[in-house]
């Protein structure tokens, strides 16, 4: 992700949040995982976790898909895109979120005040498919973030490209975005292009 496309994602999530742009309510999935335990959301709710299973345990010895099973990631490479939805939402509810709202709430206390799903999701927050990439976040002009073109507002796109970008990377258990190779985790993993 080049320094444009993230100036440009950054700018319009805080026009979002600067004109009254609310994150929605994340809605509970109609089958959780099951689990022992549960984590609380941002509603009150509870989401379940899993917690990965031991060799001792009988889960350890069964499909080769058990491994995907566990939402307490960070996933490996590759695991992302075998998870269910949900196991992606419990991870994303226990550690993602805390993650990257503490990251947005850093970068600018007043905007990111209460960071939601909503934030990077957006409508797909309200009707529970978190799809991605998310054509309500900003559409990118991914030749001119490649040539480092910043755009309007180069604070924003240093934050994406140095800390949001990475960070998200390392979460879902993927390496950076290599442009030579178009391989790994990059802009468009959130943001449609122009």
Not at 129 to 144: E, H, T, Y
Not at 169 to 182: C, N
């Given at each position: 992700m080049t320094h444009r496309a993230v100036a440009v994602l950054l700018a319009a999530v805080a026009l979002t949040a600067a004109c009254g742009g609310?994150?929605?309510?994340?809605?509970?999935?109609?089958?959780?995982?099951?689990?022992?335990?549960?984590?609380?959301?941002?509603?009150?709710?509870?989401?379940?976790?899993?917690?990965?299973?031991?060799?001792?345990?009988?889960?350890?010895s069964a499909a080769p898909a058990a491994s995907a099973q566990t939402a307490s990631g960070p996933p490996g490479p590759g695991d992302w895109d075998k998870w269910s939805h949900d196991q992606k939402l419990a991870y994303m509810k226990t550690t993602v979120m805390p993650k990257m709202g503490a990251l947005f709430h850093d970068f600018d206390p007043k905007t990111y005040a209460d960071p939601k799903c909503g934030l990077c999701h957006g409508a797909g927050?309200?009707?529970?498919?978190?799809?991605?990439?998310?054509?309500?976040?900003?559409?990118?002009?991914?030749?001119?973030?490649?040539?480092?073109?910043?755009?309007?507002?180069?604070?924003?796109?240093?934050?994406?490209?140095?800390?949001?970008?990475?960070?998200?990377?390392?979460?879902?258990?993927?390496?950076?975005?290599?442009?030579?190779?178009?391989?790994?985790?990059?802009?468009?993993?959130?943001?449609?292009?122009?």
């Open positions: 609310g994150q929605p309510e994340v809605t509970q999935p109609a089958n959780p995982v099951p689990s022992a335990s549960a984590a609380p959301t941002d509603t009150g709710a509870a989401v379940p976790t899993v917690s990965p299973p031991t060799s001792a345990s009988p889960a350890a927050a309200k009707d529970g498919s978190f799809k991605m990439p998310n054509p309500d976040l900003p559409k990118l002009d991914i030749a001119k973030l490649m040539k480092g073109d910043k755009g309007k507002n180069p604070k924003v796109t240093d934050f994406m490209m140095k800390q949001v970008k990475p960070q998200m990377a390392a979460l879902v258990g993927e390496p950076e975005m290599d442009p030579k190779t178009g391989q790994g985790f990059g802009c468009l993993e959130c943001h449609t292009k122009k």
